[in-house]
C-alpha cells in the first residue's frame, strides 16, 4: 500500500492500524531511546495522555514554510504526511475527480484553506484586487475573501424555478467592468445549502480560460456527491479549475479541523503547500489516514454509495410529510445534498417561523435551518439582503435538512417523527391564516407565506445555538416530554409540579 500510494482495497483493523502507526512513531527522535536533543522544539509531551492520544508522535508535518516537505527529526511523521496525502488523492479520484494530479492536507479548516489558497494565487497576480465570488450565504466562504485582503465582488443567484443558480451574465459583466487582471479569480462553491444549486462550473470554467482569470472551487462538502465531483471534473477538463478545497471533517467523517487542497496542476498546488508559513500539526493528517486506512477502498465507496441512498430515502420521506402539511419540497435538482421544504402553508411572520428551528433543536434535531425571508445582515461592510436565502428576494420561506456522509435511517426516522410533531403543534398554536392583504411598503412584497410583513433577526438556523431573539420556554414533564413549547406556554398538565423549566436566551 504505501509503495502504490493507493487505498488499501479493504479496510485494515485497528490492531493493525495500531501497530502500524506505533511502528511509524518510533521513527520520530523524539521516541528514540538515546535522543538527546538540545534544539529548541524536540517534540516533549509532558503529559502522558497528550502523548497517547498523538500515538507519541510530536513534530508535526512539513518544514519552514512547506506542508510537503519530509522534517528530517521525524521520518515517521513525514512518512504518514506524504501517505495520507496520497492516500486522499486516491479517495479524491475514486470519488469522482479522476485526473487530479496533486493534492495535500492542512491543518486548517475550509474557510482558512481558501484564504492559503487566495494568498498563494496573489504571487501570480499582484494587480488583483478582486474575488468574484456567486453568492452563498455561509460567513466563513465569505470571510476567506476578506480576511485575505480582496474585495469580494457579490453576483446575486438567479432564481430558476425554485433553485437558485449563478448569475453567469453578471459573472461576465463584472469580469469586464473590473478587468480581467484585476481579478484574482473565481471563487466559485458546489456544495451549498438547499435552494441554491452547485455554481454552474463549466460555463464559470470557460469564462476563466477565456478571460484567463484562476478558478478556485470551493467544494467543501461536495466530495461526498458524485454529482458536485463530476461537475468539478467536467469543468476542469472542458474549462479552466485551478484549485479545489475541500474540508475532511464534512467528508471523510473526522474531527473539525482539516481541508485538502487538490489540483490538476501538480506545481500550483505545490506552491499553496509552500506558502504555509511554520510546521503544522500532524493531527488531521493522522485522523485521516486512520480513516482511510480503516475503511478502504472498498468502504469508502460503500459510504459514498449508501449517503446517496439516504438522500433519495430522506426526500420521500420529506416529500410525504410536506403532503400531510400542506407543505412541498422546493426543486433542486443541482443540490444533491440538501433538500428545502416550504413552509407557507399556515403563513407566521420570520420570528413565528423560526419559532420551528427552535422547537426542532429542543428536541434534538441539530442541523435544520429555518429561512424566513426578511433578513439582512452586514458582513465586513457588504449588506446582504435576505441573508440565509442565498438571494436578496427569494419567494418563499422553508426549512432544510441535508443528508450528509454518515447520516443513518435511524436519524431520517428521528428527525422525520420530530418534524412532523413540531409542525402539528406549531399550526395548532397559530390562528388560520388571514385573508392576503398587499404587501407593505418597503418589504418588497416577500412576506413570508403571504402574512404579516418580515421581522427583523437572525435566520432560524437550528445548527448550533438555537436563535437567541426569542424567548423560548419548554416545560417537560416527569416523564422527560415536553408538555408545551415555544413563546406563548400552554397550561401545564396536571403533572406540571414536577415540571422542570429551561429558558432559552
Ligand atoms: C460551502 C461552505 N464553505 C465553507 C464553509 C466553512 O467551513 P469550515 O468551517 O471548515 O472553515 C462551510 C461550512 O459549512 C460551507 O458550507
Known sequence: MTSQRKLPADGWSEQLIESFLGELSLMDSNNFPSNCGVGEREARLASGLVSRRHFHLGHGIGRSGDLTEPQPKAAGSSVINRLTNDL?????????????????????????????????????????????????????????????????????????????????????????????????????????????????????????????????????????????????????????????VQSTDKNFMVPVGGAIVAGFDKALVDSISKNYPGRASAAPSVDLLITLLALGAEGWKARLQERKRMYTELQQRMMQLAERHGERLLLTRNNPISIGMTLTGRGGDRTELTQIGSMLY?????????????????????????????????????????????ITETDVERFIGQLDKVLARWRRDRPPPAAPSPAPAGTNGQSAGGASSPAPGAAGQTDGAPPREKKVVIVVGPSGRETNGAASPQPPEKNSKKSVAVTLL
Open 362 to 406: 429542543t428536541r434534538c434535531v441539530s442541523g435544520t435551518r429555518v429561512i424566513a425571508p426578511g433578513d439582512t445582515k452586514v458582513i465586513a461592510g457588504h449588506q446582504f439582503e435576505g441573508w440565509g436565502a442565498h438571494h436578496s428576494h427569494y419567494p418563499h420561506a422553508y426549512l432544510t435538512a441535508a443528508a450528509a456522509i454518515g
Open 88 to 244: 486522499a488523492l486516491d479517495a479524491l479520484r475514486a470519488a469522482g475527480l479522476r485526473t487530479a494530479r496533486a493534492c495535500f492536507v492542512v491543518p486548517m479548516a475550509t474557510g482558512m484553506t481558501v484564504t492559503l489558497c487566495l494568498l498563494t494565487l496573489r504571487h501570480s497576480r499582484p494587480r488583483a484586487r478582486y474575488v468574484i465570488w456567486p453568492r452563498i450565504d455561509q460567513k466563513s466562504c465569505f470571510k476567506a475573501i476578506v480576511t485575505a485582503g480582496f474585495e469580494p465582488i457579490v453576483i446575486e443567484n438567479e432564481l430558476d424555478g425554485d433553485e437558485l443558480r449563478t448569475g453567469i451574465d453578471d459573472v461576465q459583466r463584472a469580469i469586464v467592468a473590473k478587468g480581467a487582471e484585476n481579478i484574482l479569480c473565481v471563487l466559485s462553491t458546489t456544495s451549498c445549502f438547499a435552494p441554491r444549486g452547485i455554481d454552474r462550473l463549466e460555463e464559470l470554467g470557460a469564462l476563466c480560460r477565456d478571460h484567463s482569470i484562476p478558478h478556485v472551487i470551493n467544494n467543501a462538502y461536495g466530495v461526498q456527491s458524485s454529482k458536485c465531483m463530476h461537475e468539478i471534473q467536467q469543468a476542469a477538463r472542458t474549462g479552466r479549475v485551478d484549485v479545489v
